[in-house]
């Protein structure tokens, strides 16, 4: 129920940006990559090492040389959870699952004329639903392994303009802190295309 009301709330604000793009100015794609967990995110669980995330977006321009995006993404890592529980040691195979939506505003720093080549820089924020799934079928007495989270990230990328076809290709660089446990940091690197709707 957590997880569907965080979607929830974010397919309304993808639908409403959406609705206020101009004519030709939409951009949607894929992207993936990985991201690597510096810190706990829930008592146990150790740091999460990297996992592998993919996902989908949407850009649109605020101003000529701000765009804002929103994209959604899952990403996932396995680890050792080990725990006392009940004054007894505690250990199995966990998986660590993230559906995140994020909100993005992105600077164009350098977009030389008459290149295809472009480098930027962005802030936001995100929402996060996050699942523990542990491998044993077994009960932790005051542990939730179900929370919606919120995070803070900065961004920064290079992008490619494919002069013949109506697509960008870029790579970008994600450092992002999660408000949960000891307030884990994450460091992302992904590519992605999209097309640009012109």
């Known amino acids: 129920m957590k997880h569907q009301s965080c979607g929830a709330i974010a397919g309304a604000l993808a639908a409403l940006l959406i609705a206020t793009?101009?004519?030709?100015?939409?951009?949607?794609?894929?992207?993936?990559?990985?991201?690597?967990?510096?810190g706990e995110i829930f008592d146990g669980s150790g740091s999460?090492?990297?996992?592998?995330?993919?996902?989908?977006?949407?850009?649109l321009p605020l101003l000529p040389m701000i765009d804002l995006e929103f994209a959604y993404e899952r990403y996932t890592a396995d680890f050792d959870f080990d725990r006392v529980v009940q004054d007894q040691p505690f250990s199995t195979d966990a998986e660590y699952l993230?559906?995140?939506?994020?909100?993005?505003?992105?600077?164009?720093?350098?977009?030389?004329?008459?290149?295809?080549?472009?480098?930027?820089a962005g802030a936001g924020g995100s929402l996060h639903a996050i699942d523990l799934e542990l491998d044993d079928d077994f009960d932790l007495p005051g542990f939730d392994t179900d929370e919606n989270e919120f995070a803070w990230h900065i961004v920064a990328g290079l992008d490619?303009?494919?002069?013949?076809?109506?697509?960008?290709?870029?790579?970008?660089?994600?450092?992002?802190?999660?408000?949960?446990?000891?307030?884990?940091?994450?460091?992302?690197i992904y590519a992605g295309l999209n097309l640009v709707l012109e």
Not at 163 to 181: C, H, K, N, T, V
């Open 21 to 38: 793009v101009p004519a030709g100015a939409l951009q949607i794609g894929v992207r993936g990559g990985y991201a690597k967990a510096d």
């Open 48 to 59: 999460l090492g990297s996992g592998g995330l993919y996902g989908l977006v949407g850009s």
């Open 98 to 120: 993230d559906h995140s939506y994020l909100l993005t505003a992105k600077l164009s720093l350098v977009d030389p004329a008459g290149t295809p080549f472009g480098l930027y």
């Open 160 to 188: 490619l303009r494919l002069p013949s076809l109506p697509m960008l290709l870029y790579a970008e660089y994600r450092f992002q802190e999660l408000d949960i446990g000891d307030k884990p940091r994450f460091n992302s």
